[in-house]
């Protein structure tokens, strides 16, 4: 097809290059070039957000984005979210509150609950279903995300409060 | 020996077993993102498959050219039924009996139908190649209405024509499929004719679809050094995958390895075999290298198993006082191009035969013709057990339509037609013995905690506050009582393409004292990873963290069924208990042999085995398990394992009771759920986390086909709703917070008493949900409205109902 194009990413802290065509979309140079295969494709549309990743600070439906326009970005995805010995505290409170079920939605549920508290550090539970509402579920019925984000935000704030 | 009790408590505790809230051991690879999902698989060469579809609903194939698309660099192969027909594998048996075809044999019946299928080495030249497939299409008359396809002289299965007898026996018309009947239609109309009172009401329960948020897909690898095939895929019943693969293929059984992997969720879409599954072992049969086949969204909802699409009449008799004598149900099923429904072979509309609901109806009779028509094929059991939800929606409508009749309290009626405790088991008039229930104090409770005179005195007040101007908002209260009936065998009734719906566990103790268990089910976020274990743990007296589950391999897990319907718990559950009671009757003979007593003087207590009296005297399980490999015990053979295969006697009867309350603004349409109660009795809790988790999810997808979600049609054939910009999926933004409670009726066949609760909320919820729109209009005289219930169609309601004057 088209002449490919030289593409250099930072994901999840280590540097890669290499060939894409314009049209490569990042969710399959992250899954199918990289082998980084937490995001997920759900939809195609941008509406179930599976596929949410953070690009230079922001949260973004990676199927709905060319690995082109992310060039020189850096990206992380749920596998630079937490290690096997050292997990997120959002990784620990979605198994702690059952915030998951078969587990699809779940990378991109997380990465984008780690740019929410970011964005609004003490939400109320109107403020985490809206800001949540861009990734689908089909499994939960949410209420248990919604109380792992919660308990998060909430344990981080007693934590600040006790350090001042 | 009082001493001894909290000793025991605690070991108790150790062990996770039995009604726990164990956290799931699922939890780390997924929230970590190491799941490993079907389109996760990549082997080296793999190529990827992709389908030129119909756009037509209904049309002659008259070409297909694939000079263009071969040309195309990159592109391997493209498959046409021309190519797979000598091999026989251009058609495909259905699970409903009927044939489906794999790629458009002359012909195609709905839109999105499969018409070639294109093998390339990346998706996106392969995608590039669709585009470049030339087919000729002479376009047909299209039939999207199942009563208009019973009267129209288009013959839409031409392979069928002239055949007059089908696999459910006769039919009557060439888009005619079956005819379904149970019960006794003669008393049943005797009954209405003398009938004090007879409620009657038409309902279409939509076509919908279950859309898990992983699509359908499968990767196939032929080795033809060794000649083993290995299939991954998203199956809900890996085993009956593999044995329809080897009658397909004529590749020996032992010569297929099937691999569920994870599983994005199932509901139901993924029970079937779908033609990309097909193709992609064909592919790489031809090609000799892996292929890789993945759906994207739009051709899931266009092509891979829709739910519902039941248009239901009933009729329903009774006392003045509201006693019911009679019903009688008739239903167009509306089956699409293809009978590809998924249910036991013998129940070619699955379980509606459920439809006399929790109440206790002396005489009853049911009647379903499916019919052809220009839809997509399918017909699963969207989180329910087959047809079951459909069943409890006609019922729990026909309870509210006759109350509107009688004028009475919709939870007084259902509350004196209940089935009673002392009934059980109870046979029903359409064939059922429902194994227990105590459907009086469940629905008490559930009154009682919303305070349900209370509701009603606000919405008599809000009703009359609306009529004098003060407000626009109405107040509906949604109630449902349901029973379902999941758990499918026995043996004896229900079969799957002959093969008899038992499930398996085998279980084999390391000598450590640790243990692998391997089931013929497979988890699709239910945690079976983590129940299973518990289950074991109670059984044999090892700690659930001790214990590996293992599910979806052919080669290493015993024949299972698969999960749907509930089945698991019912089912593979019973067959775990069972293997571990097996594990457990030989360490007693262990114990015994290390103790120097009698097998008969040791008794199993929480994680060991002890001698009677003298409870100091004792082998833990991890103590009798290093002894059945390092001690020559005189007759007993080494080791320690055992194997199930568990054929229940009966279904199990899981119960609950709903109810919804919410404000409708009248103006807008908007429901708005100010409070959702949900009390399930799903016999013996396993892990009671967990079940609330599968209520809270049932119950939104409840919401979801209650509120919009809908799979439409235009009268070209067209799907209307393709995607998920008209799909309807509730995000966090539109789902409340549930309140869950519950009341135990162990189930008395099921070795630990579990009935399942996986799809309780999903069958219970929708008419619940819909029930509470309708329940805010009845003061203004609206007695039935079909679903989904929409801002759009809610605000037509209350239009057509005057309430905009």
Redesign the interface.
Known sequence: MSDKMHIKLNVNGEDHEFLAEPRDLLIYALREKLNITGPHVGCDTSHCGACTVTVDGKSVKSCTMFVAQANGAEITTIEGIGQPDALHVLQESFREHHGLQCGFCTPGMITRATKLLEENANPTEEEVRFGMAGNICRCTGYQNIVKSILAVASELNSAKEAAQ | MNDLTPDREERSAGLKGLGCSR??V??????????N?V??V?LPGMLHGDFVRSPYAHARVVSVNKDAALALDGVVAVLTAEDLAPLNLHWMPTLAGDKQMVLADGKVLFQGQEVAFVVAR???VAA?AVELVEVEYEELPVITDPFESLKSDVVLREDLAGQTEGPHGPRKHHNHIFTWEQGDETATNQVLDGAEVVATESMYYHRTHP?????CGSVASMDKVNGKLTLWGTFQAPHVVRTVASLLSGIEEHNIRVISP????G?GNKVGVYPGYVCSIVASIVTGQPVKWVE???ENLMSTAFARDYWMTGKIAATKEGKITGLHCHVTADHGGFDACADPTKFPAGFMNICTGSYDIPVAYLGVDGVYTNKAPGGVSYRCSFRVTEAVYFIERMIEVLAIELNMDAAELRRINFIKKEQFPYQSALGWEYDSGDYHTAWDKALKTVDYEGLRKEQADRVEAFKRGETRKLMGVGLSFFTEIVGAGPVKNCDILGMGMFDSCEIRIHPTGSAVARLGTIS????HATTFAQILASEIGLSADSITIEEGDTDTAPYGLGTYGSRSTPVAGAAAAMAGRKIRAKAQMIAAYLLEVHDDDVEFDVDRFAVKGAPERFKTMKDIAYAAYNQAIPGLEPGLEAVSYYDPPNMTYPFGAYVCVMDIDVDTGVPEIRRFYALDDCGTRINP??I??QV??????ALAVALGQEISYDKMGNVKTG???DFF?P???E?P??ETDYTVTPSPHHPIGAKGVGESPHVGGVPCFSNAVQDAFRAFGLRHTNMPHDHWRIWQTANDLGLHE
Do not use: S
């Open positions: 956290k799931r699922e939890d780390a690879r997924f929230t970590q993102g190491k799941g999902y389109d996760d990549k990346d998706r996106y590039d859309c898990p948020l992983e699509t994870d599983i994005g969720g509901f994207d969204r739009m699709q976020g239910q945690g986390m967990i609330e988790g809270h999810g049932g119950l939104t997808e995607t998920l910009m999926l995000t966090a933004w789902v917070n549930y």
